[in-house]
């Protein structure tokens, strides 16, 4: 299920819900969710590049064409990676001071949270760790509750808890962790992923 109009159309069924922001992908995508919400939107850009590992918002023209189509805060890349283009200093710089809007850092590791706050990021999230060469031992562990928890007590910025959450108790996991807020995915916007754990469970 993808395109603007089922993107918008579970844009409405999350606030429904009780969601208080939504995250989405591309400027088509974000543009109907914002003819439908009034919801905070979590915008991102997935631009894949063969010569570099970083495709969240990595660069500053794709940061600007979701802001343009109705983005409220920005998501990109963190981590420390290979990345055509600016630095992530002078990215998350630019995009706050060029479109006014909040840079919304999506980490792997304690590391890329640290620094991206250090750099200005207005939230750190753990939506990479699992996902990166580094962490991908972590994919199958859940929540990284240890990250969310580590990085809640040394830095001041807030800690968005995000990646493989399935369950509504891992969020209260979360929030005890030091989490400031949880988006939640796949478990909710993927029928056939929710389906297939239904569908496994039966038949262990």
Known sequence: MHGPVFMAA?????????ALALRANGPADIAA?????????????????????VYITPDFAAAALIAAAGADIIA???????????PLGVLIARIRSELGKPVFADCATFEDGVRAARLGADYIATTLSGYT????????????????AAL?????????????????????TAFAAGAHAVVVGTAITNPREITRRFVTHARA
């Open 10 to 18: 579970m844009a409405q069924a999350a606030e429904q819900g009780g």
């Open 33 to 53: 969710i914002r003819a439908v919400s009034a919801l905070p939107i979590i915008g991102i850009l997935k631009r894949w590049d063969d010569r570099f590992p």
């Open 76 to 86: 990109l890349d963190a981590t420390d990676r290979p990345r055509d283009g600016e």
């Open 133 to 148: 060469d580094e962490t991908a031992g972590l994919k199958a562990t859940g929540p990284d509750i240890a990250l969310i």
């Open 152 to 172: 809640a007590g040394t830095i001041s910025t807030p800690i968005v808890a995000e990646g493989r959450f399935e369950r509504p108790e891992q969020l209260e």
